[in-house]
């Protein structure tokens, strides 16, 4: 059974930060996880943005999230992936979605099928 967390969500003004956490819950502990970042707007389809390998950290960013949005793993907890949003945008603002796979490779990234598990997501709301 695994369980994916996300929180950090809320509503700010354009322009400024705002960081989303998830964390995977596994067993055993030390598994690693390729984690996805998707949004996801009323009427529209998932969006993937943005992909880390907790085994090494390597992470992948669609062209539109370069630059702006940053992904790491947290300094302590190993499977805990947070993301970095600056500048934040009103057409940013959506329903953020975290997964993961246990599968490694960078293959499909950033498709909603690649990923087996996911949280409920976080809503990010941007005013201008």
């Known amino acids: 059974q695994v369980q994916v967390v996300e929180s950090g969500g809320g509503s700010v003004q354009a322009g400024s930060p705002l960081t989303l956490s998830c964390t995977i819950i596994?067993?055993?502990?030390?598994?690693?996880?390729?984690v996805g970042w998707f949004r996801q707007v009323p009427g529209k389809e998932r969006e993937g943005i943005v992909s880390?390998?907790?085994?090494?950290?390597?992470?992948?960013y669609v062209d539109s999230a370069k630059g702006r949005f940053t992904i790491s793993l947290h300094n302590t907890y190993k499977n805990t992936v947070l993301l970095q949003m600056n500048s934040l945008k009103p057409e940013d603002a959506a329903m953020y979605y975290c997964?993961?796979?246990?599968?490694?490779?960078?293959?499909?990234?950033?498709?909603?099928?690649?990923?087996?598990?996911w949280g409920q997501g976080t809503q990010v709301t941007v005013s201008s």
């Open positions: 997964a993961a796979d246990r599968r490694s490779g960078n293959w499909d990234l950033f498709t909603p099928r690649r990923y087996n598990y």
């Open positions: 596994g067993n055993p502990p030390s598994i690693n996880y390729q």
């Open positions: 880390i390998y907790t085994g090494d950290g390597d992470a992948q």
